[in-house]
């Protein structure tokens, strides 16, 4: 059901670039290309498939085209860029090789080999007796034609929640989602319901990347704003926006940036880590909490000062610290987050923070750039990490199941309600 999906919508399988020990690779001839492996399986190659191609009837145009040039093009008529393609196939393989091929298409046609595998110096093949692996085959059919055995999760089931809580651990996110609606969370960070990205958070991702690239190549020297302009198009350019916002937020990215980088260029800070990423910290049993910072600026001691962009309109003071009517401060417990997180990074040895700051990327309604620069107490530390082991003790036991959010409008409530 999933390729199908893929194949009506005509979207291409994603490449992973994980190898996994123990575990097969599925790839083709051209994506092979640079790497090695033990043992490599050749299918399909049959004649048709591997060489002798059926092309279209094109019209060749005359040599003397090309006579003002003086290069004559070499036509290839012997499949050459196939055989130098079944070259690069094999020599994929470190210990050995297998080809393979059907002896019959599935409309009873006979097949043939590949041209190139005749050209394969005998010396150097090993014929397998088919029928040998077909009367084993034969004892096992059940492997092929036995239906899966149905597998059903409750996910009101304690293990599976503290399994899943666990594998994932809870990062700000999680915990402000949480805050402001537990379904939230739970089908957004815990269940992890896919989710199609917003124009927004594609135009922020694009930004981020943009702004990563520009400080890891800052490292030795700063690039100019143009630089930072180009990255930011090509990010831009490979979220799946319709043409439309693309350009729509190329324009807006563009004066963004621009403003952003001329006003603070001369006074960045270029000893820096970008996406600086806490896998787990562990800081009672069953909680581990997760982050990444956007930024570390590297003073000349231990210290650091955390830099989290925001590309929405510069907020208040009040307002990210949640003072204000319409504000929760969700933001600046993102920021005392982040202090719970280094501080217990290798015991707070490593990386002292020393304040952070929200930098927004876009300017206000007069087009000036805000920044807003905080010290983190210890207090607010230890109260977060109070609110963490509650906000764990509710998920684990299970306390949440029967709450929800004051937005009548909610849609992870309204799906909590569907499981009634």
């Given at each position: 059901d999933?390729?199908?999906?893929?194949?009506?919508?005509?979207?291409?399988l994603?490449?992973?670039?994980?190898?996994?020990?123990?575990?097969?690779?599925?790839?083709?001839a051209?994506g092979?290309?640079?790497?090695e492996?033990?043992?490599?399986?050749?299918?399909?190659a049959?004649?048709?498939?591997w060489?002798?191609?059926?092309?279209?009837q094109?019209?060749?145009?005359p040599d003397r085209?090309?006579?003002l040039?003086?290069?004559v093009?070499?036509?290839?008529t012997d499949d050459?860029?196939?055989?130098r393609l079944?070259?690069?196939?094999?020599t994929?393989?470190?210990?050995g090789?297998?080809?393979?091929?059907?002896?019959?298409?599935?409309?009873?046609?006979q097949?043939?080999?590949?041209q190139?595998?005749?050209?394969i110096?005998?010396?150097?093949?090993n014929?397998?007796?088919?029928?040998?692996?077909?009367?084993?085959?034969?004892k096992?059919?059940?492997?092929?034609?036995?239906e899966?055995p149905?597998?059903e999760?409750?996910i009101?089931?304690k293990?599976?929640?503290?399994?899943?809580?666990t594998s994932?651990?809870?990062s700000?996110?999680?915990?402000?989602?949480y805050?402001k609606?537990p379904?939230?969370?739970?089908?957004?960070?815990?269940?992890?319901?896919?989710k199609a990205?917003?124009?927004?958070q594609?135009y922020?991702?694009?930004v981020?990347n943009?702004l990563?690239?520009l400080f890891?190549?800052?490292?030795?020297?700063l690039?100019?704003?143009?630089?930072?302009?180009?990255?930011?198009?090509?990010?831009?350019?490979?979220?799946?926006m319709t043409e439309v916002?693309?350009?729509?937020?190329?324009?807006?990215?563009r004066?963004?940036?621009?403003?952003?980088?001329?006003?603070y260029?001369?006074s960045w800070?270029?000893n820096?880590?970008?996406?600086?990423?806490i896998?787990g910290?562990?800081?009672s049993?069953d909680?581990?909490?997760?982050?990444?910072?956007?930024?570390?600026e590297?003073?000349?001691d231990?210290s650091v000062?955390?830099v989290?962009y925001?590309t929405s309109?510069?907020?208040t003071?009040g307002?990210?610290e949640?003072?204000?009517?319409s504000s929760?401060g969700?933001?600046?417990?993102q920021?005392?987050?982040y202090k719970?997180?280094?501080?217990?990074?290798?015991?707070?040895?490593?990386f002292k923070m020393s304040?952070?700051e929200?930098?927004f990327i876009?300017?206000?309604?007069?087009g000036?750039?805000?920044?807003?620069?905080?010290?983190i107490t210890?207090?607010?530390?230890a109260e977060l990490t109070?609110?963490?082991?509650?906000?764990a003790?509710?998920?684990?036991?299970?306390k949440?199941w029967?709450?929800t959010?004051?937005?009548?409008d909610?849609?992870?409530c309204?799906?909590?309600k569907?499981?009634?």
């Open positions: 999933y390729l199908a999906t893929l194949e009506t919508h005509k979207i291409l994603e490449k992973a670039n994980r190898a996994t020990p123990g575990r097969v690779r599925l790839m083709t051209h092979a290309k640079g790497q492996f033990d043992y490599v399986y050749i299918a399909n049959y004649n048709g498939h060489g002798n191609k059926r092309r279209p094109l019209i060749t145009l085209i090309f006579a040039d003086k290069k093009p070499e036509h290839d050459g860029d196939e055989r079944f070259y690069v196939a094999l994929r393989a470190r210990k090789l297998t080809i393979t091929y059907a002896g019959e298409s599935l409309d009873g046609k097949l043939l080999p590949a190139f595998i005749t050209e110096k005998p010396e150097l093949i014929n397998i007796d088919i029928n040998k692996i077909k009367k084993e085959l034969a096992h059919k059940d492997f092929f034609f036995n899966n149905e597998r999760v409750d009101k089931n293990e599976f929640i503290r399994k899943m809580f994932f651990g809870l700000v996110t999680g915990l402000n989602n805050l609606c379904w939230n969370y739970f089908y957004t960070n815990l269940l992890r319901i896919p990205k917003t124009k927004h594609m922020g991702t694009a981020h943009a990563k690239d890891e190549e800052g490292k030795t020297k690039p100019s704003a143009e630089w930072l302009l180009e990255r930011f198009i090509t990010h831009i350019a490979k979220e799946p916002d693309v350009v729509e937020s190329s324009i807006k990215g004066a963004s940036l621009k403003g952003w980088y001329a006003k260029a001369s800070n270029l820096t880590l970008t996406e600086f990423n896998k910290i562990v800081i049993e909680v581990r909490i997760t982050g990444k910072l956007d930024k570390m590297l003073g000349d231990e000062v955390v989290d925001k309109k510069p907020k003071r307002d990210i949640g003072t204000t009517q929760n969700d933001i600046k417990r920021l005392v987050f719970l997180l280094l501080n217990n990074l290798d015991g707070g040895k490593k304040s952070a929200i930098d876009e300017p206000n309604d007069k000036d750039y805000k920044k807003e620069a905080f010290s210890d207090e607010e530390v109070e609110l963490i082991k509650k906000t003790d509710e998920i684990l036991n299970l949440f029967n709450k959010c004051n937005d009548k909610c849609e992870y309204a799906l909590r569907m499981m009634n």
